[in-house]
């Protein structure tokens, strides 16, 4: 299939052009001219990958439930996120091993996202930064039950958050390291413990500013540690988590380490309710969702398009949050040799959007899995 006369995103930036696929991209940008869908008025966007999202479409990936997995998948790629990581929460060894070996005996639907690994956000928290991660399941950093978890899941753990204050966690953070990225998040490390965490093997930050410590110019902490390290550093950028001047500034201090997620729940593509969130009931009103009773945000309501969206619209460039949402997650779980970007040979993941950012078809694989005419 070839679309021409688009504006197509190839290394970082929009030209004019078109992209020839199969299965595979075998040609992409300006010099792809001849005949053709004709494309005009669109621009095409490699598929987003969210790296940081537990659930939507009234599912979880912690539910260890294969027709919620289903359904997860399908409405990832209706928006337009063709590759995501089904994230945990903390919860028991048992419940998670279910989770983890659901996960792994999935095949993706025809009209699905596919899994493109697994993100561990709990149990290696810290109390006093858990959020909505349940108290009673935390665990101190185990790296043998790291080890069993990802056996049960077939290998495919690409990313697991630890805080690296706790007992063990930095020899945790060492051994780790050697089988996935690790993630700093959940945290009360200081600077120096952070920097420590930094050297020893995490290369990522857990949705930063959200469950660490808040950047002070005496005590700079996770986030300084994070930008002087080189680390990546996810943000949500539903507008509620973060405020718009933080993303800009975020967006303009990491540049292409920074990472939009949608560190989603059940309730994402929900109408307002209440829900379950790791064994813990949480209330949507307005699309803010809150652990039930309080005001502690449980994250979020959106797809990852809606982050892109209204990151655009807090003033980061379309080139900068497209990045943010499909290459740069690609290279944290080490997938940004098939996934991530319109190159030759990759997998013709790509999405045609309208000029106001509305998704028009979304196709994984060469598939159309999505179209807004249809």
């Known amino acids: 299939m070839r679309f021409i ?131 009673r399941d935390l665990h101190t950093p185990d790296i043998d039950m790291f080890y069993r978890l990802n056996e049960a899941s077939g290998g495919r753990v690409r990313l697991v958050t630890v805080a690296p204050e706790e007992p063990g966690a930095m020899e945790f953070i060492s051994e780790a390291s050697r089988v996935c990225t690790v993630s700093v998040g959940h945290t009360t490390a200081d600077y120096a413990t952070a920097m420590a965490a930094f050297a020893a093997g995490a290369s990522h930050t857990t949705h930063l500013y959200n469950g660490m410590p808040p950047l002070h110019h005496r005590e700079p902490g996770v986030i300084a540690a994070a930008y002087d390290s080189g680390a990546t550093a996810e943000l949500i950028t539903d507008g509620l988590h973060i405020h718009p001047a933080v993303i800009r500034l975020t967006q303009q201090l990491f540049g292409e380490r920074l990472i939009l997620i949608s560190d989603s729940l059940r309730c994402a593509g929900m109408p307002d309710g209440d829900y379950m969130l790791g064994g813990q009931p949480i209330t949507m009103k307005n699309g803010r969702a809150v652990l039930s009773g309080t005001d502690t945000l449980a994250g979020s309501s959106i797809h990852l398009m809606d982050g892109l969206r209204r990151a655009v619209s807090f003033g980061v460039s379309l080139e900068a949050a497209v990045t943010a949402a499909t290459l740069a997650p690609a290279r944290v779980i080490g997938r940004d040799d098939d996934i991530g970007s319109l190159e030759e040979g990759k997998w013709a993941d790509l999405i045609l959007l309208d000029e106001d950012l509305s998704v028009r078809a979304v196709y994984i694989n060469g598939k159309e899995v999505h179209n807004a005419d249809s």
């Open 5 to 135: 006369n688009a504006s197509v995103f190839c290394d970082g930036e929009f030209v004019q052009g078109g992209i020839e696929f199969e299965e595979t991209i075998t040609a992409a940008g300006a010099n792809v001219t001849d005949e053709g869908i004709d494309a005009a008025g669109c621009m095409i966007i490699p598929g987003l990958v969210d790296i940081h999202t537990h659930a939507g479409a009234g599912a979880d990936a912690s539910d260890g439930d294969p027709d919620g997995m289903l359904a997860m998948s399908r409405y990832y790629a209706a928006g337009g996120v063709t590759s995501w990581c089904p994230t945990t929460m903390t919860l028991s060894e048992p419940v998670l091993t279910r989770a983890m070996q659901t996960i792994r005996a999935m095949e993706r639907p025809k009209d699905g996202a596919r899994i493109a690994g697994i993100n561990l956000e709990g149990p290696f928290l810290c109390y006093a930064k858990r959020g909505a991660q349940a108290a």
